[in-house]
């Protein structure tokens, strides 16, 4: 005999159970509370039609059902037991009158109810082995013969089994109630709020109003509220099968019909696993095949990957795209344009104390020229002092713009060589050496063109030129001029020498500032992407030549077999379950 509820039992909660087999066969449970499994719900939601099927025998409501699975051929046997009291039963038939009578002698005649267990074991070949505790149903109001306060007493008595963290919760919910009011889920949360120990079962799905059908499978899906061990539905027998005494093979050959003849009204179903394949492709395209057995097919693998990550890495650093997203040129020129507006910046600062420097230095270092005559020394002096200011800034900005580099590549190797911890970490290693070599390569070469810069040179024509430009820009703003923002600087009328002294200095300063903006970005492209790019190809080709340090690479993260394993069940799974969709 077999059933739906059984075969997801089978697949999800076989190999836990057969672990607290063994530990049970040992007499641990003597010592420990071993796992068990609470049925709870709602008066009415049909959680002991869902113990029915489990077990195969009708069991009155409230009792401790232990069921051991024997070997094909072996026949029914079970044994009941509470208080000082047990006894053999031969056939499923006894059950029923054996549990009632035991009922009474524990709970007395009527509808009351006792903290103490009935235990019922037993084996047969065609059930589970689990131990299931059926507790009663949540009552909110007091019948005939029941205390008031019964509905508070049932809850007592469930959350004293519920709250152990060592049990897992089966709330059994009707399909046609609304899920977040049923009491029964409301307190399964109350114990367990991560929701990592409650399966929910839903019942009576023949019930559903139609146009309702929608609600029930995103309950399926785990959409409405989300539980761990998720949901599953069974059609188990209902009352007036019950009062018609329909077996319960009888009932199994109807829920097996009743799934097979609503299997069209689930079409999100085929949609889901499709959407779960390209999932699983995605995923299995990412660990790749895994390294061949052959030690050539070995080496021309690795060749491969590392050949693979050093062309993108040389796309990256060269500018162009990597899958359609990664552009590191997009970032640094945002950096290059932050760059040239410091020397911009700095040039409205230098314009808008200049009035006053070059007065200072007028007064103080003027030697025996007459006025009208332009100090070259002081005009090299305060031009050096405004280029000095730049260096560090420039600097700064050089290794911010390495550290980004880094990162990127970085990314790239873990990307590439993913599952691979040894090709990573080589790779990790590679690119930390290389680029703070290039780093320092590029600063070297930063710090000698600041110091060039302390050579106040330009060609003639391109001096003439800015000059002439700027001058006849004031000479139209006279009898004021514009700094480099447009800031009016007034000259007085009789100051003929320092106003010659300001055009000349913020002339210069235009042509060195526009050589250093464009100098820092040349820097970075050679040394910290061309040249890192290449001597990472170079190295990284190196490390195959070691026969030794080719095996060493290609060891695979201990989880990533396990990953692809898994991935390849669940694919051969997904395709046959699109397979058996598709003959219905």
Known sequence: MTNTLNQHYEEKVRPCIDLIDSLRSLGVEQDLALPAIAVIGDQSSGKSSVLEALSGVALPRGNELKMKRTKAGQKWSGKIKYRDYSEDLGKPAEVDEKIRKAQEVLAGKGCGISHELISLAIASPDIPDLTLIDLPGIARVAVKGQPENIGEQIKTLIRTFIAKQETINLVVVPCNVDIATTEALQMAQEVDPEKKRTLGVLTKPDLVDKGAEKTVIEIVQNKVIVLKKGYMVVKCRGQKDILDDMSLNKALKNEQAFFRNHQRSLPQLEDQIKTKLAQTNSEMERCGEGPPAGSAERISFLIDKVTAFTHNTISLTSGEEINHERNLYSTLRKEFGLWKKTIEDSGITFSLKLGQEVAHYDRMYRGRELPGFINYKMFERVIKEQIKLLEEPAITKLQQVSEMIKK??????????????????????????????????????????????????????????????????????????????????????????LKEMMTHLKSYYNIAGQRLADYLPMVIRYQLLQESSVELQRQMLQSLQNKEEVEDLLKEDCTMGETRTRLQQRHHRLHQARSLLSKF
């Open 408 to 497: 990127e590549m970085l990314k790239l190797a873990q990307e590439s060589f993913e599952g691979f911890p040894n090709l990573i970490k080589t790779a990790k290693i590679k690119i930390e050496d290389i680029c703070e070599d290039k780093e320092a390569a590029a600063e070297a070469m930063l710090r000698t063109q600041f110091q060039m810069e302390m050579i106040v040179y330009t060609q003639d024509g391109r001096y003439g030129k800015k000059l002439g430009k700027r001058k006849r820009t004031e000479a139209n703003d006279a009898p004021s001029q514009l700094g480099f923002s447009g800031t009016i600087i007034s000259i007085s009328s009789n100051s003929t020498t």
